[in-house]
Structures are given as structure tokens and as C-alpha cells.
């Protein structure tokens, strides 16, 4: 009887035992299929994200035919993935890159180690034979080939950049067009200013002839006379000045210049301006850039030549360079005492033909600026100017301390 319970007892927890295996198993069963799930969730996003990305992904091979290839690809070549597996991705490029592509997929499926994604540009083909725009990717994919050897697969990435290709012919079209325009302007101008210097000469000839011949004029005739003489001298300066206000020059050589000796130089230059007149022109110890001689030259000189200008009424004129450094560049001021301007004015200072105070006062064409502006933009540098009406002005030029990207404009006084 003993036996017989000893045997029901161990064969209860067996029962037991096997029940509590089965609920582990059960249990491990819903876990494993918990993470099925997950995986084919996460299979499917993948998927997904490969066949829709917005750039179009093809897998080929060692020869080029596509193996594997997405929804985002297939619109690109213009067919069903059915059609395209097992085809040359060559088939679809522009025939003279056809070459190229096959040396960019030798190139990307070198061993491990010699290989990196290599890119180009490339005219791709739709079957009705019009072309687009691609920038192809092309790298080999690991674990694709035996340790040490080349892959035996590789990724296409097709990234379609035809409205970006459009927009830079288009860029590049316009800019040729404006290139030609200038060259036209150029041409007129040149044209402009050989037909009417001689017409301006013979005014001007005629009416001093005409001055000559007249034993007494009377103050009315004489004060037409003159003003004739000055509009024909005034006409053949704003020739001269427009002509030489849209030439552009070669890009500029740079050597070292020494800004105390082209200021110095400057003032030198403004001789006749500055005769029977106290005109102090002064400047800080001041640096040396890598520049074009030129270049400086105009910029300063006809910001000097404008404050000589402008501080004609003083008793005494003082005009004053300074320099304070900043980083990699350095900010210049010209200082005066002159008649100063409306600072609300300050915008039109530096437009071609505008000027702050009247041909009466102050002559001029009112490029002089606008040049010193164009040279200094150039120049990868500002200019501004700032002022109090009767009390002075102030100009402002920020420049790098190489200016080695500026071009040539050459000199206008205005």
C-alpha cells in the first residue's frame, strides 16, 4: 500500500511539473511571437522606407545588370521592377557616360579597404529616349564578396537634380546675357563717346571763336558764352566719366602696398584742387596690405578728392585718415570739417548720379563714390559715410587685409 501511494505521489509532480513546462513554453511561445511581430513590423517599415525614399536605390552586380531595385527607382527608369531586374543599369545611362559608369562601379567594388563611394553626374535615359539629370552614388556593400576580395554587389543611389541642373544652365544663360549686355554697353558707350567728342569740340571751338569775334559782348552774351564753354567742358567730363565708370579690368595682381605712401601720394595728386587754399591732410601711422596699387588709389583718392571738395568754404581744411584694426581687416576713416549732409541722404551717396548738393555749390557727376563703392564691394569690404550738416563728415571703409579678388575699375573723379 506504501508503494502504491509512494507512486501516485511522484506521479502527481511529475503532472506538475509538465503543467508548469507547458505554461513556460506557452508563455515563451507568445514572446517569440510577440517579437515575429515586431520583426515584421519593422520588416515592413524598412521595406517601406527602401521602396518609397525619395531617391531611387538599384543593387547590381559585378556586370552591372540590376539585381534588386525600388518603387522610387523604377519611376526613375521609367518601367516596372519586373522589367528591370536582370537588365544593364548601363542601358540607361547617356551613351557617352556609359564608359564612365562602368569605371565608377569597377571602382566601388574594390576590396575592403580600397574602395569609398564614388559619385558623378550623369544624363540618364527614359525608354522614349528623353534624358534627365541624375547625381548617381555608387558603393559596394559589405559582406557582398570574400574577405580580401572585391564585392560582388553593389548600391546605385539616383538622386534626380534636374530642376537644380535647369536652374544653374539657367543661371549660367543669364549670366552670359548680362556678360554680352555689358560688352554692348561697353561697345555704345565707346561708340557714344568717339561720335560726340569731335560735335562737343566744335562747340566748344565755336563758341570761343564766337567770343573772339565779338569786339564788346554785352554781360548777357558774355554770361551765355561761358555758360556755353561749361556745358560743353561738363559734357565731354560725363563722356569720359560713364566710359570709364563701366569698363571692367583684368583681376588684380597683388603685392604689398604701403598705405602711408599712397595716401601721401594722394594728397600729392590733389595739387590743383588744393591751391590758394589751407588744406591740412593728415593720417595715422597705417598699415600695409596685399593689394593692387590701383585699387587703393582710387578708393582713397576719390574719397580725398571729395573732402577737398566739400571743405572748400572752411577758412582752414582738415582732412584726416585714420585706421583701427579689426580681426582679419582693418576699418579706415577719412574724417572732415567740411559742409557735411543730411544724414537721412546717407543711402544715395554712393548711387551712380546722385548727388547731395547742388552743381552750383559743388560741381561733379556723382560717380566718384559710387566707383569707390563698386571697388570696395569687390573687395569683400563696406563702405558707409555718416555726417552732421555743417559739422563734418566721415567715411567708413572696411577692407580684408588681402584684397587679391577685386577688380580693375578705373579712376573717376565725381
Not at 540618364?124 to 547625381?135: K, Q, S
Not at 548600391?155 to 543661371?171: G, N, V, W, Y
Not at 582710387?298 to 577737398?308: D, E
Request: net charge negative; glycine share 8%; proline share 4%.
Amino acid at each position: 500500500m506504501t508503494n502504491l501511494n509512494n507512486l501516485q505521489q511522484r506521479f502527481e509532480e511529475q503532472e506538475y511539473e509538465l503543467r508548469v513546462h507547458q505554461a513556460e513554453l506557452q508563455q515563451q511561445n507568445e514572446e517569440l511571437r510577440q517579437i515575429n511581430l515586431e520583426l515584421e513590423e519593422a520588416r515592413n517599415r524598412y521595406a517601406d522606407l527602401f521602396e518609397f525614399a525619395p531617391v531611387g536605390y538599384v543593387v547590381c552586380d559585378q556586370d552591372g545588370l540590376i539585381q534588386q531595385i525600388n518603387q522610387t527607382g523604377c519611376l526613375h527608369l521609367g518601367a516596372d521592377c519586373a522589367d528591370l531586374v536582370g537588365r544593364q543599369f548601363s542601358l540607361f545611362v547617356g551613351k557617352g557616360q556609359r564608359v564612365a559608369f562602368s569605371e565608377l562601379l569597377h571602382a566601388a567594388l574594390l576590396p575592403v579597404g580600397n574602395s569609398a563611394s564614388q559619385r558623378m553626374e550623369v544624363k540618364m535615359l527614359y525608354p522614349d529616349g528623353r534624358h534627365w539629370d541624375a547625381l548617381l552614388e555608387c558603393t559596394g556593400l559589405a559582406g557582398s564578396g570574400l574577405a580580401g576580395q572585391p564585392a560582388s554587389l553593389a548600391r546605385l543611389t539616383l538622386t534626380d537634380i534636374t530642376e537644380l541642373k535647369t536652374a544653374q544652365r539657367e543661371a549660367e544663360q543669364r549670366t552670359r546675357q548680362a556678360q554680352q549686355a555689358s560688352q554692348e554697353l561697353q561697345t555704345f558707350l565707346h561708340s557714344m563717346t568717339h561720335d560726340l567728342s569731335a560735335p562737343m569740340r566744335q562747340v566748344g571751338g565755336f563758341a570761343e571763336l564766337l567770343g573772339q569775334t565779338l569786339q564788346t559782348p554785352d554781360g548777357r552774351s558774355a554770361r551765355l558764352l561761358k555758360d556755353l564753354l561749361r556745358a560743353a567742358s561738363d559734357m565731354n567730363a560725363l563722356m569720359d566719366s560713364l566710359t570709364r565708370f563701366f569698363q571692367s579690368g583684368q583681376p588684380l595682381s597683388r603685392q604689398a602696398v604701403d598705405l602711408n605712401r599712397l595716401i601721401d601720394q594722394c594728397a600729392v595728386n590733389l595739387g590743383p584742387e588744393r591751391r590758394g587754399r589751407q588744406v591740412q591732410i593728415t593720417h595715422d601711422p597705417l598699415p600695409t596690405l596685399q593689394a593692387d596699387p590701383l585699387s587703393l588709389q582710387l578708393i582713397f583718392g576719390n574719397l580725398l578728392s571729395n573732402a577737398v571738395k566739400f571743405t572748400r568754404p572752411c577758412p582752414v581744411a582738415r582732412i584726416h585718415v585714420g585706421v583701427q584694426e579689426q580681426g582679419d581687416g582693418f576699418l579706415f576713416s577719412v574724417r572732415d570739417n567740411g559742409v557735411g549732409f543730411d544724414p537721412g541722404q546717407s543711402g544715395r551717396l554712393f548711387d551712380v548720379f546722385q548727388r547731395l548738393h547742388s552743381d552750383r555749390d559743388f560741381e561733379g557727376q556723382g560717380l566718384g563714390l559710387a566707383l569707390a563703392r563698386r571697388i570696395v564691394e569687390r573687395s569683400q569690404g563696406r563702405i558707409w559715410a555718416e555726417s552732421v550738416p555743417g559739422q563734418g563728415s566721415v567715411f567708413w571703409v572696411q577692407l580684408p587685409r588681402d584684397l587679391g579678388d577685386a577688380q580693375v575699375y578705373p579712376g573717376v573723379n565725381g
